[in-house]
């Protein structure tokens, strides 16, 4: 089975500082996504990465960024957290392309807060 | 910026009852539909998906049923259980072109099936 492996459960942070989220998959899967979950607003993503050193905006990246050195590791920075990115922060790993043999494969999440 | 509406936000049917989610999209360049289940503590998990070639799929109790012209797909759940309580995600993607792996999630349904 994919294993999608997300480094904390819990984060607690303060404002200004800079947040580091980890995420790590087992399956060589090309791509790799950010989303956060907020109720109401259901998934919505920060950024992907469908090669190593490469990566595209997704519909929220304004105060993220992110870093992929190797395959199999995806990360999430706050540059200067703010209590507005309290979340639940989800990553996805997946094979190249979208269908029926490639559904995105979901860690745990991270619940994170900004106090 | 491309949608995908799902409703109802939450649902409480019993036991044996015939939960139906439903979701409706804008761009016409879609053409793979699944639907995400997420149990509490836990990341979405894929449970069923569709390509628009097919008005309907079955996987166990579990059905999608699909209308092209109507730009709408819905999830139906045969006899539920209790065990089926979860957040229930529908999504979209288009896999022409070089986005083919981006995901537009609807915002969610909360199902709860009482015993």
């Known amino acids: 089975d994919v294993k999608v492996t997300q480094s904390s459960r819990y984060l607690v942070k303060r404002t200004g500082e800079k947040v580091f989220l980890e995420c790590v998959q087992d399956?060589?899967?090309?791509?790799m996504f950010w989303y956060r979950q907020d109720p109401g607003l259901g998934l919505r993503l920060i950024y992907f990465?469908?090669?190593?050193?490469?990566?595209e905006k997704g519909d929220i990246p304004e105060g993220y960024s992110v870093s992929r050195e190797k395959k199999e590791r995806f990360s999430l920075i706050l540059e200067s957290a703010s209590t507005n990115q309290t979340s639940m922060y989800l990553c996805?790993?997946?094979?190249?392309?979208?269908?029926?043999?490639?559904?995105?494969?979901f860690g745990d999440g991270t619940r994170l807060s900004i106090l | 910026q491309q949608q995908v509406k799902q409703s109802p936000q939450s649902l409480i049917v019993q036991k044996g009852g015939i939960p139906i989610i439903n979701c409706a999209y804008e761009n016409t360049a879609f053409d793979y539909f699944p639907w995400y289940q997420q149990f509490p503590g836990k990341g979405p998990a894929l449970l069923i998906a569709i390509r628009p070639d097919v008005s309907e799929k079955k996987e166990g109790r579990f059905t999608i049923s699909f209308n092209k012209s109507a730009k709408q797909f819905s999830l139906h759940i045969m006899d539920s259980q209790p065990g089926d309580s979860a957040t229930y995600f529908c999504a979209a993607s288009s896999t022409l072109g070089g986005s083919n792996y981006k995901l537009t999630f609807g915002k969610g349904t909360l199902l709860t099936v009482n015993p």
């Open positions: 990465s469908y090669d190593v050193k490469m990566k």
């Open positions: 996805a790993s997946s094979l190249l392309g979208q269908g029926f043999d490639q559904p995105q494969h």
């Open positions: 399956m060589d899967h090309e791509n």
